[in-house]
C-alpha cells in the first residue's frame, strides 16, 4: 500500500510566494514521475508539473517561469515551490506519481489527498 502525503498549502496574497511538498510511502520499488495537479471550484483538473526520477520536467503554460518542481529521490518526495502566485492559481493541489511496487510490475498512478492553496487579490 502506497500513501502519499501533501504539505503545505495556505493562504497567500498575490505575488508571494509558497512551497508544497509531497511525500510517498509504503511499498515502492521506483517512483517514474511525480507531479502535481490542481482542481479548482467548477473547473477540471489540470496539470501543473511533472518530474521524472532523471530530473525531465514538465509545466502548464499557465505556470511556466513561476512554478519550479523538483525531488528528492531518496526519499520519495516532490516539491513545488510556487512564486508571483495569483488569484487564478488558487485551487486544491494534487500530489501524483506514477510508481511500481517491485522493479518487474506495472505501474500504477497513486494520489494524494490534496492540499488548498489559496490566493487573495
Known amino acids: 500500500q502506497v500513501q502519499l502525503v501533501e504539505s503545505g498549502g495556505g493562504l497567500v496574497q498575490a505575488g508571494g510566494s509558497l512551497g508544497l511538498s509531497c511525500a510517498a510511502s509504503g511499498r515502492i520499488a521506483s517512483v517514474n514521475v511525480m507531479g502535481w495537479y490542481r482542481q479548482a471550484p467548477g473547473k477540471q483538473r489540470e496539470l501543473v508539473a511533472a518530474i521524472t526520477s532523471g530530473g525531465t520536467t514538465n509545466y502548464a503554460d499557465s505556470v511556466k517561469g513561476r512554478f519550479t518542481i523538483s525531488r528528492d529521490n531518496a526519499k520519495n518526495t516532490v516539491y513545488l515551490q510556487m512564486n508571483y502566485l495569483k488569484p487564478e492559481d488558487t485551487a486544491v493541489y494534487y500530489c501524483?506519481?506514477?510508481?511500481?511496487?517491485?522493479?518487474?510490475?506495472?505501474?500504477?498512478?497513486?494520489w494524494g489527498q490534496g492540499t488548498q492553496v489559496t490566493v487573495a487579490s
Open positions: 501524483n506519481a506514477v510508481l511500481q511496487t517491485t522493479a518487474w510490475a506495472m505501474p500504477i498512478i497513486s
